[in-house]
C-alpha cells in the first residue's frame, strides 16, 4: 500500500526566502506525483502535476521535481511571498481507479 | 472554466441521522470520487465511480456509505446513520478517465459535523 511522507511539516521562514518542502513515496509504480495546496478550512488547488517520465514541472515561482527511483519528490519555491502561506499536499497517483494518495502535507508560513 | 460544485458547504446533524452530499462534477467527466478529510489528517480516498458502477473503495467505505448518480449531473455520498467519528471535510472530484494523464479536478467541498 503506498505510503506519502511530507517533511518537514511544518516551515515558518521570512518573505523573499527560497524553500524546498520534500515528499517521499514508497511504492515507485506511480503514474503521476502532484503537488496541491490548501488553505485553512478550504479545499485543494492543484499547483503541478509531474507525469512518471518526467523529471520536473514549473510554473511561476513553483518548481516541483520526480526521481521516481528513489522515490522522492521536491516543491520549490522561490522568493517566497505572506500569499504563499497555507499547507501544501504531496499526492501519489496509481494507474487504475484507485483514487488518490495523499501525504499529511507541509503547512508553511511566510513572515511579512 | 468548468468546476466541480459540492452542497452543501457545511452540514450539521445529529447521531444517527442519514445525511446527502451532492457533487457536481465537470459535464464531460467520467469518473467521479469521494474523499474525506478528518481534521488535522491526511485526506483518504473513499470511493471511485465510473458507468454507474463503483469501481474501488477503500475500507472506510463500509455498508453506510452508498454513491449514486441521480440524473446526469449530480453525483451524491450518503451516509446512513452518522456517527461522531464521520464529521470531516468532505471532497467531490472527477476526471475525464482514469488517474494518470487524466487529472482529477475537486471540489470546495462540504464540512459535515455530526453532533
Known amino acids: 500500500k503506498q505510503e506519502v511522507t511530507q517533511i518537514p511539516a511544518a516551515l515558518s521562514v521570512p518573505e523573499g526566502e527560497n524553500l524546498v518542502l520534500n515528499c517521499s513515496f514508497t511504492?515507485?509504480?506511480?503514474?503521476?506525483l502532484q503537488w496541491f495546496r490548501q488553505d485553512p478550512g478550504k479545499g485543494l488547488t492543484s499547483l503541478l502535476l509531474?507525469?512518471?517520465?518526467?523529471r520536473e514541472q514549473t510554473s511561476g515561482r513553483l518548481n516541483a521535481s520526480l526521481d521516481k527511483s528513489s522515490g522522492r519528490s521536491t516543491l520549490y519555491i522561490a522568493a517566497s511571498q505572506p500569499g504563499d502561506s497555507a499547507t501544501y499536499l504531496c499526492?501519489?497517483?496509481?494507474?487504475?481507479?484507485?483514487?488518490?494518495?495523499f501525504g499529511k502535507g507541509t503547512h508553511l508560513i511566510i513572515q511579512p | 472554466e468548468p468546476e466541480v460544485t459540492q452542497t452543501p458547504s457545511h452540514q450539521v446533524t445529529q447521531m444517527g441521522q442519514e445525511v446527502i452530499l451532492r457533487c457536481v462534477p465537470i459535464?464531460?467527466?467520467?469518473?467521479f470520487y469521494w474523499y474525506r478529510q478528518i481534521l488535522g489528517q491526511k485526506v483518504e480516498f473513499l470511493v471511485s465511480?465510473?458507468?454507474?458502477?463503483?469501481?474501488?473503495k477503500s475500507e472506510i467505505f463500509d455498508d453506510q456509505f452508498s454513491v449514486e448518480r441521480p440524473d446526469g449531473s449530480n453525483f451524491t455520498l450518503k451516509i446512513r446513520s452518522t456517527k461522531l467519528e464521520d464529521s470531516a471535510m468532505y471532497f467531490c472530484?472527477?476526471?475525464?478517465?482514469?488517474?494518470?494523464?487524466?487529472?482529477?479536478?475537486f471540489g470546495p467541498g462540504t464540512r459535515l459535523t455530526v453532533t
Open positions: 511504492d515507485s509504480a506511480i503514474y503521476n
Open positions: 465511480f465510473y458507468n454507474n458502477e463503483i469501481s474501488e
Open positions: 499526492v501519489s497517483t496509481g494507474g487504475g481507479a484507485d483514487g488518490l494518495t
Open positions: 459535464s464531460n467527466h467520467l469518473y
Open positions: 509531474i507525469q512518471s517520465s518526467q
Open positions: 472530484a472527477s476526471s475525464k478517465g482514469l488517474a494518470g494523464p487524466y487529472e482529477q479536478y
